[in-house]
């Protein structure tokens, strides 16, 4: 009996104390994913202003450059894929000019036009806060590492404004297909203050209730599952660009800055082209997809190609707006020939990429609820974990560790990052699947010849 009180005790204890750190990190984080918001819609209204305001993206991709070259050297990726890295490799040590530098170059970037989100710059900020807080207490190792997280879970769950959705995933993106149990209850406390603690300040969110939902039939099912194969070819389109933007900038033999400026010309050169609805969050063209309003069906495509040029040549942001931007797009593309609501299927897009190119999931299918409503919710889960399996093992963020394969006819090293998995890296082990693609290669073959 005493040894049963003597657990029981030491879990009380360590409940309250977890619940009591993590409500510090939520209201830290709520405040500023606050002020970084409110920040960015101030710059993004001072542009506004401006016809051509667009013009500026060859200076904001040169400042953020600098900032980068002389403030953070060393420090690559856009931000949450930063803090992912530094959960993996220093127990989430961050360096408190980071906070700093976070804030100043998402702001320059998104602010002249450059096509990021605010969902990493926010959740950096977080963690950059939880880690100043675990220094103060002189945290190390696993609790450091755990404060960090919180975090990250409160700079999601404030900025996306699902607390649910937001604490998932701040534990899911640190690995492809496993959750730390062990930061749940303190990632939710942090989520759920920190929305709060947003809200309370004046920070607004959208919601988007889906009101027509078709009845349930085999073949609207299977429509539905279609269109997660689709959402998933899309998280690879969207993952291969960002990797296609990064390898040429490293092949291009040029000061940051000088690639920066061209960059930033080049931007503007496709923004003329093209049209301003790609350039910054985009958050126009998203919310016209979720009501059923005609895009262009290429929007999702070009996209992936702004994001990948402003991340790649010295911008800065996060992913999870493009994200959204590009799940919305390619669904209100496929409804025509699915023949789906195209309100529908944008909203089940909007989370189904954010499942296939984050890997996760579990958060994705929660967020579905949160934003959408619960009868939406089913038939979102479905392509969420369609598009999941179907992008492979690729992801945003590279810096994702790999803790279970897709699919056992594949080998790749469990434990790895992402980063250094991709497609000459992997060795297909089951030879009869192999087989059966170089048959059915040879039907087609031959009923052409006939």
Same mark, same amino acid.
């Given at each position: 009996?005493?040894?049963?009180?003597?657990?029981?005790?030491?879990?009380?204890? %360590?409940?309250?104390?977890?619940?009591?750190?993590?409500?510090?990190?939520?209201?830290?984080?709520?405040?500023?994913?606050?002020?970084?918001?409110?920040?960015?819609?101030?710059?993004?209204?001072?542009?506004?202003?401006?016809?051509?305001?667009?013009?500026?993206?060859?200076?904001?991709l040169l400042i953020s450059a600098l900032i980068i070259k002389h403030v953070?050297?060393?420090?690559?990726?856009?931000?949450?894929?930063?803090?992912?890295? %530094?959960?993996?490799?220093?127990?989430?040590?961050?360096?408190?000019?980071?906070?700093?530098?976070?804030?100043?170059?998402?702001?320059?970037?998104?602010?002249?036009?450059?096509?990021?989100?605010?969902?990493?710059?926010?959740?950096?900020?977080?963690?950059?806060?939880?880690?100043?807080?675990?220094?103060? =207490?002189?945290?190390?190792?696993?609790?450091?590492?755990?404060?960090?997280?919180?975090?990250?879970?409160?700079?999601?769950?404030?900025?996306?404004?699902?607390?649910?959705?937001?604490?998932?995933?701040?534990?899911?993106?640190?690995?492809?297909?496993?959750?730390?149990?062990?930061?749940? @209850?303190?990632?939710?406390?942090?989520?759920?203050?920190?929305?709060?603690?947003?809200?309370?300040?004046?920070?607004?969110?959208?919601?988007?209730?889906?009101?027509?939902?078709?009845?349930?039939?085999?073949?609207?099912?299977?429509?539905?599952?279609?269109?997660?194969?689709?959402?998933?070819?899309? %998280?690879?389109?969207?993952?291969?660009?960002?990797?296609?933007?990064?390898? @040429?900038?490293?092949?291009?033999?040029?000061?940051?800055?000088?690639?920066?400026?061209?960059?930033?010309l080049a931007l503007v050169g496709l923004t003329f082209v093209f049209t301003?609805?790609?350039?910054?969050?985009? =958050?126009?063209?998203?919310?016209?997809?979720?009501?059923?309003?005609?895009?262009?069906?290429?929007?999702?495509?070009?996209?992936?190609?702004?994001?990948?040029?402003?991340?790649?040549?010295?911008?800065?942001?996060?992913?999870?707006?493009?994200?959204?931007?590009?799940?919305?797009?390619?669904?209100?593309?496929?409804?025509?020939? @699915?023949?789906?609501?195209?309100?529908?299927?944008?909203?089940?897009?909007?989370?189904? =990429?954010?499942?296939?190119?984050?890997?996760?999931?579990?958060?994705?299918?929660?967020? %579905?609820?949160? @934003?959408?409503?619960?009868?939406?919710?089913?038939?979102?889960?479905?392509?969420?974990?369609?598009?999941?399996?179907?992008?492979?093992?690729?992801?945003?963020?590279?810096?994702?560790?790999?803790?279970?394969?897709?699919?056992?006819?594949?080998?790749?090293?469990?434990?790895?990052?992402?980063?250094?998995?991709?497609?000459?890296?992997?060795?297909?082990?089951?030879?009869?699947?192999?087989?059966?693609?170089?048959?059915?290669?040879?039907?087609?073959?031959?009923?052409?010849?006939?």
């Amino acid at each position: 009996m005493k040894k049963e009180l003597t657990e029981q005790t030491v879990i009380f204890i %360590s409940v309250a104390k977890w619940v009591l750190l993590a409500s510090v990190v939520g209201i830290a984080t709520g405040a500023s994913t606050t002020i970084f918001v409110e920040t960015l819609n101030w710059g993004a209204r001072a542009a506004s202003n401006f016809r051509y305001y667009f013009l500026a993206m060859p200076l904001g991709l040169l400042i953020s450059a600098l900032i980068i070259k002389h403030v953070l050297p060393g420090a690559k990726g856009h931000g949450a894929n930063q803090v992912i890295d %530094s959960i993996h490799r220093t127990s989430g040590k961050i360096k408190p000019v980071a906070i700093v530098a976070e804030f100043c170059r998402s702001f320059v970037t998104l602010t002249s036009g450059g096509s990021a989100g605010k969902e990493g710059p926010s959740a950096q900020i977080g963690a950059g806060l939880a880690s100043l807080i675990a220094d103060l =207490l002189r945290f190390t190792g696993n609790d450091r590492r755990k404060l960090v997280i919180c975090g990250i879970s409160g700079g999601f769950a404030s900025v996306f404004g699902t607390p649910l959705a937001g604490a998932i995933f701040g534990m899911e993106v640190l690995f492809v297909g496993s959750i730390r149990y062990d930061v749940l @209850l303190p990632s939710f406390v942090a989520g759920i203050i920190s929305f709060q603690v947003s809200s309370w300040l004046g920070l607004t969110y959208f919601y988007n209730p889906i009101t027509f939902i078709p009845v349930f039939t085999e073949a609207f099912f299977i429509k539905v599952m279609a269109a997660g194969v689709f959402f998933g070819l899309c %998280s690879v389109l969207l993952v291969e660009t960002l990797r296609a933007g990064r390898k @040429l900038s490293d092949a291009i033999k040029a000061p940051l800055e000088a690639k920066a400026i061209i960059a930033g010309l080049a931007l503007v050169g496709l923004t003329f082209v093209f049209t301003e609805d790609y350039l910054g969050l985009g =958050l126009n063209t998203i919310q016209s997809s979720l009501e059923g309003k005609d895009v262009p069906w290429y929007a999702f495509i070009m996209k992936s190609v702004f994001t990948s040029v402003t991340l790649s040549f010295g911008g800065h942001g996060g992913i999870g707006t493009p994200i959204f931007f590009v799940g919305a797009t390619a669904g209100s593309a496929l409804s025509n020939i @699915l023949s789906i609501d195209p309100a529908m299927l944008s909203a089940i897009g909007f989370v189904a =990429l954010l499942a296939g190119a984050a890997n996760t999931p579990i958060a994705a299918s929660i967020m %579905s609820v949160e @934003l959408f409503g619960a009868e939406v919710a089913p038939y979102a889960a479905i392509a969420c974990v369609i598009s999941f399996v179907i992008s492979g093992h690729r992801s945003a963020y590279p810096a994702q560790v790999l803790a279970v394969k897709k699919s056992s006819s594949i080998s790749v090293q469990e434990g790895s990052g992402l980063e250094s998995t991709g497609e000459s890296g992997l060795e297909y082990r089951d030879r009869s699947v192999i087989k059966a693609l170089k048959a059915l290669i040879n039907w087609f073959d031959r009923q052409d010849k006939k």
